[in-house]
């Protein structure tokens, strides 16, 4: 292999390789952006939010029912954990349902 084939050869390998770093930028910037746009909540953010004690919050992540994250001994919740939570434990009204003739 000829010296300006070899050339050739490296300068695309290296043009390839920056395409894919620059793609991996570009994902990793586009996720700390939606993590930077969404509301991290500690244990005892989470726990004012729903009025709950520490029992409860303990038993709804035990059970599978809040989702969440730990790092050591602490507890974080997204606010698409809370939506998920309140989402599933949504009641729609009924009262105006029944009514008739309003």
């Known amino acids: 292999m000829n010296k300006t084939l070899r050339n ?3 300068s ?18 586009n996720r700390l952006e939606n993590v930077a746009q969404s509301p991290i909540y500690t244990n ?3 726990m004012a939010m729903l009025d709950i004690n520490p029992k ?10 809040l ?14 954990d809370l ?5 599933h ?7 105006y349902s029944n009514c008739s003739g309003r």
Not at 18 to 28: E, M, P, R, V
Not at 67 to 78: A, E, H, I, L, R
């Open 44 to 46: 005892k953010q989470m």
């Open 12 to 29: 695309a390998s290296i043009t390839n390789h920056f395409a894919a770093l620059q793609q991996q930028i570009a994902t990793l910037t």
């Open 83 to 87: 939506d998920e939570f309140l989402q």
């Open 89 to 95: 434990n949504y009641n729609s009204a009924f009262a």
């Open 8 to 10: 050739a050869s490296f």
């Open 56 to 65: 409860l919050i303990k038993k709804y992540r035990d059970e599978g029912l």
């Open 67 to 80: 989702g969440f994250s730990q790092v050591n001994d602490k507890f974080f919740y997204s606010s698409s």
